[in-house]
């Protein structure tokens, strides 16, 4: 009893307690409404305060929308138009799409549904900065209109990577001025939904910048929690840390620790045997080796093929890559699904999220390189700093 | 009657498959219904540039094959295995066969005949790669409203 009052009492001493509750019993109720013509029909499909996916269907009786349902906090949602009768193509159904951002109160949508570009949005914060973005956007998206409709129209495979290319600084200017959206829009909705696709596309002292950015209240939301966690397994493996030490059975049923190489020269090369571009890279590694082993440098190859050991000891035989020292990364599917931390995970100690990446470890066990991912260097720096080490 | 029936013959949905940081393919799905009985669910992977996935026939002892795990249930049935367009085909030296893949955009389809209105779910497994990177293989899981 006195629990319940204690909570109760929490409850009104923080208002704001909505924002990081998971269970979603505070709801608040947005209503949607305003004129669309040209359609018979809205959905619009979005996530309720309680985490359930919404699909709401309503008829658009004289030109009349109204929708309403409970969010806890500015959520992206997707509203598509249809008449009756009418079949959406596959292909069409993702463009008549529309993103917009719901957010607590009364908002308005207006506008005729034969051009989405019509269609206005009042009472959102969230939904003017979307816009505000997309307008920064769209002259390069025009401007890069052209190369993308010659992409689709090649079927060469050599040529339309050419094709690809030229999109590249296209794509840069775009990703520059979502950048600075970001830093502009440090408590943005939209900010903290986009960094969980942009992560793996920016560095990390870029990620860094924009969640320190966010105020005290967006850091509590579950969002910028998970941003913060990836951002610090990140940073374990960076050059600067003591590398994270562990202790497996390797390829030959020997016990291995990090530990055991102390005074050497390692590199922890993160591999599979299903990679491609590792299996590639294999042959570049074994010449380092042979080159740098007398001189005191040492190969620890973590490979992920914890559900195959056979796929693992073949590709080892194959690449002839025996000659260094092997163990497996000690995934855990189960745990890695449900976003636990799993201690015996070699690849979380070191925030590996792309292979092959290498992790060049000092004679007295600090991180001094990182190559391969996007927040490493290339397999050339990988040269030249081995060549300045071991003369 | 025929009214109802137009108006059903396409139920569409999609959203932003749950968060994925680090991760350059989004899922969506969508639903599309062929007759009062049978719908045909969709996977659509959007890929970031220069990304690649791999087709669901992918052969064994190479890169992992993109692979469907449907919950079994009494009120649906499949029909038939995963629809998957071509896919590129490249003949590797290292596995000495043909990889088979996917880029910028694909959809996966499975027909699914009804019993009754209901909830699908599915999880895809999928590994993801450039010409020199792979993301380590990872799962997405879908609850599809159906009927």
């Given at each position: 009893?006195?629990?319940?009052?204690?909570i109760?009492?929490?409850?009104?001493?923080?208002?704001?307690?909505?924002?990081?509750?998971?269970?979603?019993?505070i709801?608040?109720?947005?209503?949607l409404?305003?004129?669309?013509?040209s359609?018979?029909?809205?959905l619009?499909?979005?996530?309720?305060a309680?985490?359930?996916?919404?699909h709401?269907?309503?008829p658009?009786?004289?030109?009349?929308?109204?929708?309403?349902?409970?969010?806890?906090?500015?959520?992206?949602?997707?509203?598509?138009f249809?008449n009756?009768?009418e079949?959406?193509?596959?292909?069409?159904?993702?463009?008549?799409?529309?993103?917009?951002?719901?957010?607590?109160?009364?908002?308005?949508?207006?506008?005729?549904a034969?051009?989405?570009k019509s269609?206005k949005i009042?009472?959102?914060k969230?939904?003017k900065?979307?816009?505000?973005?997309?307008?920064?956007?769209?002259?390069?998206r025009?401007?890069?209109?052209p190369?993308l409709?010659?992409?689709?129209?090649?079927?060469?495979?050599e040529?339309?990577?050419?094709?690809r290319?030229?999109l590249?600084?296209?794509n840069?200017?775009?990703?520059?001025?979502?950048?600075?959206?970001?830093i502009?829009h440090?408590?943005s909705?939209?900010?903290?939904d986009?960094?969980r696709?942009?992560?793996?596309?920016?560095k990390?002292?870029?990620?860094?910048?924009v969640?320190?950015?966010?105020?005290?209240?967006?850091?509590?939301?579950?969002?910028a929690?998970?941003?913060?966690?990836?951002?610090?397994?990140?940073?374990?493996?960076?050059?600067?840390?003591m590398a994270?030490g562990?202790?497996?059975?390797?390829?030959?049923?020997?016990p291995?620790?990090?530990s055991?190489?102390?005074?050497?020269?390692?590199?922890v090369?993160?591999?599979?045997?299903?990679c491609v571009?590792?299996?590639?890279?294999?042959?570049h590694?074994?010449?380092?080796?042979?080159?740098y082993n007398?001189?005191g440098l040492e190969?620890?190859?973590?490979?992920?093929?914890?559900?195959n050991?056979?796929?693992?000891?073949?590709?080892v035989e194959?690449?002839?890559i025996?000659i260094?020292?092997?163990?497996?990364?000690?995934?855990?599917?189960?745990?890695?699904?449900k976003?636990?931390?799993n201690?015996e995970?070699?690849?979380?100690?070191?925030?590996?999220?792309s292979?092959?990446?290498k992790?060049?470890?000092?004679?007295?066990?600090?991180?001094i390189g990182r190559?391969?991912d996007?927040n490493?260097?290339?397999?050339q720096?990988?040269d030249?700093?081995?060549?300045?080490l071991?003369? | 009657?025929?009214?109802?029936?137009?108006?059903?013959?396409?139920?569409?949905?999609?959203?932003?498959?749950?968060?994925?940081?680090?991760?350059?393919?989004t899922?969506?799905?969508?639903?599309?219904?062929?007759?009062?009985k049978?719908?045909?669910?969709?996977?659509?992977a959007?890929m970031?540039?220069?990304?690649?996935?791999?087709s669901?026939?992918?052969?064994?002892?190479g890169p992992?094959k993109?692979t469907?795990?449907?919950a079994?249930?009494?009120?649906?049935?499949?029909?038939?295995?995963?629809?998957?367009?071509?896919?590129?085909?490249?003949?590797s030296?290292?596995?000495?066969?043909?990889?088979l893949?996917?880029?910028?955009?694909?959809?996966?389809?499975?027909?699914?005949?009804?019993?009754?209105?209901t909830?699908?779910?599915?999880?895809?497994t999928?590994?993801?790669c450039t010409?020199?990177?792979?993301?380590?293989?990872?799962?997405?899981?879908?609850?599809?409203?159906?009927?």
């Amino acid at each position: 009893m006195r629990t319940k009052n204690f909570i109760g009492l929490l409850l009104l001493l923080f208002p704001y307690y909505h924002s990081f509750a998971q269970t979603g019993q505070i709801k608040k109720q947005f209503v949607l409404n305003g004129t669309v013509k040209s359609a018979d029909s809205v959905l619009l499909y979005y996530t309720d305060a309680s985490g359930k996916y919404i699909h709401l269907a309503k008829p658009i009786l004289g030109h009349r929308i109204f929708l309403k349902g409970f969010i806890n906090e500015p959520v992206n949602a997707r509203v598509l138009f249809k008449n009756k009768g009418e079949i959406i193509s596959e292909r069409k159904f993702w463009e008549r799409m529309t993103e917009i951002y719901l957010e607590p109160g009364q908002m308005t949508l207006s506008g005729s549904a034969s051009d989405l570009k019509s269609l206005k949005i009042t009472g959102s914060k969230s939904q003017k900065e979307l816009e505000d973005l997309n307008a920064h956007i769209a002259p390069i998206r025009k401007e890069m209109q052209p190369v993308l409709e010659a992409l689709d129209k090649e079927k060469d495979h050599e040529k339309a990577a050419e094709i690809r290319d030229q999109l590249e600084p296209y794509n840069d200017r775009i990703k520059k001025i979502t950048y600075d959206f970001f830093i502009g829009h440090p408590n943005s909705y939209v900010t903290m939904d986009m960094m969980r696709f942009y992560l793996s596309r920016m560095k990390l002292d870029s990620a860094k910048r924009v969640y320190n950015s966010f105020n005290a209240q967006m850091k509590k939301k579950a969002a910028a929690r998970e941003l913060s966690k990836e951002i610090n397994k990140i940073e374990l493996g960076m050059p600067g840390n003591m590398a994270a030490g562990f202790s497996k059975t390797d390829i030959n049923d020997k016990p291995l620790s990090l530990s055991d190489f102390k005074g050497k020269y390692v590199i922890v090369d993160f591999w599979a045997s299903w990679c491609v571009p590792c299996r590639k890279g294999n042959p570049h590694l074994i010449r380092l080796y042979n080159t740098y082993n007398s001189k005191g440098l040492e190969i620890i190859g973590v490979s992920d093929d914890d559900n195959n050991h056979s796929a693992w000891k073949k590709a080892v035989e194959q690449d002839k890559i025996g000659i260094w020292h092997h163990v497996l990364r000690g995934l855990n599917m189960d745990l890695r699904m449900k976003n636990l931390p799993n201690p015996e995970d070699i690849s979380e100690k070191y925030g590996i999220s792309s292979l092959p990446t290498k992790i060049l470890i000092d004679p007295a066990g600090k991180i001094i390189g990182r190559y391969g991912d996007n927040n490493g260097g290339s397999d050339q720096d990988l040269d030249k700093k081995l060549k300045e080490l071991l003369k | 009657m025929k009214k109802i029936i137009l108006s059903l013959a396409v139920m569409l949905m999609a959203f932003m498959a749950s968060a994925q940081i680090s991760n350059p393919v989004t899922w969506s799905y969508g639903v599309k219904k062929i007759n009062p009985k049978e719908v045909v669910v969709m996977f659509k992977a959007v890929m970031d540039k220069d990304w690649h996935i791999y087709s669901t026939n992918q052969q064994a002892g190479g890169p992992q094959k993109t692979t469907f795990a449907f919950a079994t249930s009494k009120d649906y049935q499949l029909l038939g295995k995963v629809v998957e367009p071509k896919p590129i085909a490249e003949y590797s030296d290292v596995y000495k066969f043909d990889l088979l893949y996917f880029k910028n955009a694909v959809v996966f389809q499975q027909k699914v005949k009804l019993v009754k209105k209901t909830v699908l779910k599915a999880t895809v497994t999928y590994m993801v790669c450039t010409d020199k990177e792979c993301k380590q293989a990872t799962e997405v899981s879908f609850n599809v409203p159906v009927g």
